[in-house]
């Protein structure tokens, strides 16, 4: 993709606006590093999906993640990072000393060094019924959504932090939450389990799949299979909220950069990438925890690694 | 009314003003919320590009975006947003829940090329 019409040029181009990017934009914007931020979303990633942040230190226990959000980018500005927002990656080119990022096909910026911090999408159920629902009884939000469902019967379906900390909230609304999980336990904290456990609204099918969606002009329910007898049953219902984890964007990567087999970035303990010069933060990296905490540490250690890299 | 860079419909009559006197409008009802904020950040981003196109946002909660509510077209929409698309004064497409740029940009440049 190597181009001669180049925009701008920075030290550091950081792709992706969630904590890991705007963290090392804070970093690197503070030592004077000239920064560009790239991001092809919402600045604040998949934080700004979750209603109140009860667990990141020093700020209020009810801080939305869009509050959170608009302040480490308002931070991160202050120090002088530049941002590029809501714009798509056309293409990246990361085999000379100059990497390049190309945006909307139009416009190239350079940098000597780059922050791969594009994050994840929250992972589709991938069977049929799917896309034709969404919005339309399929949600991926339960503070965006879970007030259409007021009175009815609904499905979550996962077995995580975030399936869990959602069926207790739509129990606001829903007259019934049915828990769907593949495993017969719980990958959540035992204070999640408990709260859901203990709720009188919510009930449980374990070590089931949804095998499809049941509907024609409206959501009906879904087929489910057993996971270990392959028994087959129907569950009736008149939405689904969907919290199975999360996909690491990194399709629009060259095949260069090596990847594990779920597509996320194989960094060392700096966060380096294979390449020189390139670095990966956050949830689109090989790791086991992924929290907003987890992703500003990761922010803090790509920027200083990068900054060790332009002063080499 | 929404804290976004777009312009606001407040009333019905802004509504039926806007759709009429317009000839492509893009219309996204919704709250501040995730599903809303990247939909919103599109629209705004699109503004300059699609200058033949009229972007506008609606308080989903505002008693007057019952028009868009209780639209036909929106009759099964169980996610917010809902966003509308007006070509000479008719919903030629409407969608619920967050669309990606690439799915507004399709849309776009089908029903108003």
């Given at each position: 993709m190597t181009k001669n019409n180049i925009t701008e040029t920075y030290d550091v181009i950081i792709l992706g606006g969630g904590p890991a990017g705007l963290t090392a934009g804070i970093y690197l914007g503070r030592a004077k590093v000239k920064t560009l931020i790239i991001n092809e979303?919402?600045?604040?990633g998949q934080m700004v999906?979750?209603?109140?942040?009860?667990?990141?230190?020093?700020?209020?226990?009810?801080?939305?993640g869009r509050d959170l959000s608009l302040k480490m980018k308002a931070q991160a500005k202050a120090f002088g990072c530049d941002f590029e927002s809501?714009?798509?990656?056309t293409g990246i080119d990361l085999s000379g000393e100059l990497k390049q990022v190309e945006i909307d096909g139009d416009e190239v910026f350079a940098a000597k060094s780059i922050i791969i911090a594009s994050g994840g999408t929250p992972r589709p159920?991938?069977?049929?019924?799917e896309s034709q629902f969404k919005g339309q009884g399929i949600s991926y939000c339960a503070t965006c959504?879970?007030?259409?469902?007021?009175?009815k019967e609904i499905l979550v379906v996962g077995g995580g932090n975030s399936a869990l900390e959602e069926a207790v909230s739509l129990t606001q609304y829903a007259r019934k939450v049915t828990v769907i999980h593949q495993?017969?336990?719980?990958?959540?904290t035992e204070h999640a389990i408990k709260l859901a456990q203990n709720n009188a609204k919510i009930s449980f099918i374990m070590e089931s799949e949804i095998q499809h969606i049941i509907g024609d002009q409206t959501l009906k329910g879904v087929e489910i299979m057993h996971?270990?007898?392959k028994a087959r049953s129907q569950v009736f219902a008149d939405g689904i909220f969907i919290f199975i984890g999360y996909i690491a964007?990194?399709?629009?990567?060259?095949?260069s950069i090596i990847l594990n087999a779920r597509n996320e970035i194989i960094t060392d303990e700096n966060m380096?990438?294979?390449?020189?010069?390139v670095f990966a933060a956050g949830?689109?990296?090989?790791?086991?925890f992924r929290q907003i905490t987890t992703a500003v540490s990761d922010g803090t250690i790509a920027a200083l690694s990068a900054i060790d890299y332009l002063q080499k | 009314m929404l804290s976004t860079n777009l312009k606001h419909l407040t009333s019905v009559e802004d509504f039926n003003q806007v759709v009429e006197n317009n000839e492509n409008v893009m219309i996204c009802c919704g709250r501040m919320g995730p599903m809303c904020l990247p939909v919103y950040d599109v629209m705004e981003n699109l503004e300059e590009k699609y200058d033949h196109v009229t972007f506008y946002d609606m308080a989903?909660?505002?008693?007057?975006a019952n028009v868009l509510r209780s639209h036909p077209k929106a009759a099964k929409f169980m996610g917010l947003p809902f966003t509308f698309y007006f070509k000479n004064g008719e919903a030629v497409e409407a969608t619920s829940s967050i669309q990606s740029k690439k799915q507004i940009k399709d849309i776009l440049d089908v029903q108003f090329s």
């Open positions: 979303g919402s600045i604040g999906l979750t209603h109140a942040i009860a667990n990141f230190p020093g700020v209020d226990i009810d801080i939305s809501n714009v798509e990656v159920l991938g069977v049929n019924g959504d879970g007030d259409f469902f007021t009175d495993f017969d336990h719980f990958q959540a996971m270990k007898t964007n990194t399709d629009s990567l060259p095949d380096a990438t294979n390449i020189d010069g949830d689109v990296r090989e790791k086991q | 989903f909660d505002a008693p007057y």
